[in-house]
Protein backbone atom coordinates (compact mmCIF):
# COMPACT_ATOMS: atom_id res chain seq x y z
CA UNK A 1 0.00 0.00 0.00
CA UNK A 2 1.31 3.62 -0.70
CA UNK A 3 1.40 5.70 2.06
CA UNK A 4 3.22 8.69 2.74
CA UNK A 5 3.16 10.08 6.42
CA UNK A 6 4.22 13.77 7.34
CA UNK A 7 5.74 14.89 10.91
CA UNK A 8 7.76 17.90 12.46
CA UNK A 9 4.41 20.42 11.93
CA UNK A 10 4.02 22.48 15.31
CA UNK A 11 3.79 25.98 16.44
CA UNK A 12 6.57 28.64 16.22
CA UNK A 13 7.22 32.01 16.54
CA UNK A 14 7.44 34.44 13.57
CA UNK A 15 11.30 34.18 12.69
CA UNK A 16 11.19 30.73 13.73
CA UNK A 17 11.96 27.26 12.02
CA UNK A 18 10.31 23.83 11.46
CA UNK A 19 11.70 20.72 9.26
CA UNK A 20 9.07 18.65 8.26
CA UNK A 21 9.63 14.99 7.44
CA UNK A 22 7.72 12.84 4.95
CA UNK A 23 8.44 9.39 5.15
CA UNK A 24 7.01 7.12 2.63
CA UNK A 25 6.72 3.71 1.85
CA UNK A 26 4.82 0.97 -0.46
CA UNK A 27 6.95 2.76 -3.67
CA UNK A 28 10.52 3.38 -4.50
CA UNK A 29 11.52 7.22 -3.57
CA UNK A 30 14.36 6.87 -5.96
CA UNK A 31 11.49 6.68 -8.87
CA UNK A 32 9.05 9.16 -8.16
CA UNK A 33 9.37 13.14 -7.29
CA UNK A 34 7.76 14.65 -4.60
CA UNK A 35 6.18 17.42 -3.56
CA UNK A 36 5.33 19.92 -0.66
CA UNK A 37 1.67 21.77 -0.33
CA UNK A 38 -0.29 23.25 2.04
CA UNK A 39 -3.78 24.58 2.42
CA UNK A 40 -4.61 27.46 4.82
CA UNK A 41 -8.54 27.81 5.94
CA UNK A 42 -10.68 28.94 3.63
CA UNK A 43 -7.87 28.75 0.40
CA UNK A 44 -7.06 26.45 -2.35
CA UNK A 45 -4.14 24.17 -1.84
CA UNK A 46 -1.01 25.37 -3.32
CA UNK A 47 2.16 24.16 -4.05
CA UNK A 48 5.07 24.85 -1.85
CA UNK A 49 8.22 23.23 -3.25
CA UNK A 50 9.50 19.81 -5.16
CA UNK A 51 11.80 17.87 -5.65
CA UNK A 52 12.64 15.37 -8.78
CA UNK A 53 14.68 11.99 -8.87
CA UNK A 54 17.35 13.64 -10.65
CA UNK A 55 17.56 15.96 -7.51
CA UNK A 56 15.81 19.27 -9.40
CA UNK A 57 14.00 21.46 -7.36
CA UNK A 58 10.80 24.07 -7.81
CA UNK A 59 9.77 26.59 -4.69
CA UNK A 60 7.04 29.09 -5.07
CA UNK A 61 8.02 32.33 -4.96
CA UNK A 62 6.58 33.39 -1.11
CA UNK A 63 9.00 30.64 -0.10
CA UNK A 64 12.01 30.99 -2.01
CA UNK A 65 15.04 31.97 -0.39
CA UNK A 66 13.44 30.61 3.35
CA UNK A 67 12.37 27.32 2.86
CA UNK A 68 14.74 24.15 1.62
CA UNK A 69 13.78 20.65 0.25
CA UNK A 70 15.79 17.64 0.16
CA UNK A 71 15.44 14.09 0.00
CA UNK A 72 17.36 10.84 1.61
CA UNK A 73 16.19 7.57 -0.73
CA UNK A 74 18.14 5.11 1.58
CA UNK A 75 15.65 6.47 4.37
CA UNK A 76 12.89 6.76 2.47
CA UNK A 77 11.94 10.47 3.56
CA UNK A 78 11.88 13.62 1.78
CA UNK A 79 12.30 16.69 4.20
CA UNK A 80 11.09 20.65 4.06
CA UNK A 81 13.67 23.01 6.54
CA UNK A 82 11.44 25.51 6.70
CA UNK A 83 13.52 29.20 8.35
CA UNK A 84 12.60 32.44 8.79
CA UNK A 85 8.62 31.77 8.88
CA UNK A 86 6.20 33.81 9.00
CA UNK A 87 2.37 33.89 9.74
CA UNK A 88 1.01 33.74 6.31
CA UNK A 89 2.96 30.08 6.22
CA UNK A 90 0.06 29.20 8.69
CA UNK A 91 -1.53 26.11 7.10
CA UNK A 92 -1.83 22.13 6.74
CA UNK A 93 1.03 20.90 5.29
CA UNK A 94 0.68 17.76 3.06
CA UNK A 95 3.67 15.63 1.02
CA UNK A 96 2.53 13.86 -2.43
CA UNK A 97 4.21 11.33 -4.57
CA UNK A 98 4.54 12.63 -8.12
CA UNK A 99 2.36 10.64 -10.56
CA UNK A 100 4.69 9.62 -13.55
CA UNK A 101 7.37 7.68 -12.52
CA UNK A 102 10.82 10.35 -13.43
CA UNK A 103 13.03 10.54 -16.78
CA UNK A 104 15.64 12.79 -17.35
CA UNK A 105 13.27 14.93 -18.91
CA UNK A 106 11.29 15.04 -15.97
CA UNK A 107 10.82 18.68 -14.25
CA UNK A 108 10.11 19.44 -10.66
CA UNK A 109 6.23 20.90 -10.62
CA UNK A 110 3.99 22.51 -8.01
CA UNK A 111 1.21 21.28 -10.15
CA UNK A 112 -1.69 19.38 -8.10
CA UNK A 113 -2.83 17.11 -11.01
CA UNK A 114 0.52 15.66 -11.27
CA UNK A 115 0.34 14.13 -7.84
CA UNK A 116 -1.27 11.33 -6.89
CA UNK A 117 -1.02 9.84 -3.58
CA UNK A 118 -1.22 12.26 -0.74
CA UNK A 119 -0.30 12.22 3.12
CA UNK A 120 -2.45 13.28 5.64
CA UNK A 121 -0.78 16.25 6.49
CA UNK A 122 0.73 17.94 9.49
CA UNK A 123 -0.50 21.79 10.86
CA UNK A 124 2.23 24.25 10.90
CA UNK A 125 1.07 27.52 13.06
CA UNK A 126 3.24 30.77 12.84
CA UNK A 127 2.20 33.06 15.70
CA UNK A 128 3.60 35.11 18.63
Known amino acids: QLQLVESGGGLVQPGGSLRLSCVVSGFTLAYYGVGWFRQAPGKEREGVSS???????NYADSVKGRFTISRDNAKNTVYLQMNSLKSEDTAVYYC??????????????????????WGQGTQVTVSS
Open 96 to 117: AKRRNRWTIATAATLDVGSYDV
Open 51 to 57: ITSGGST
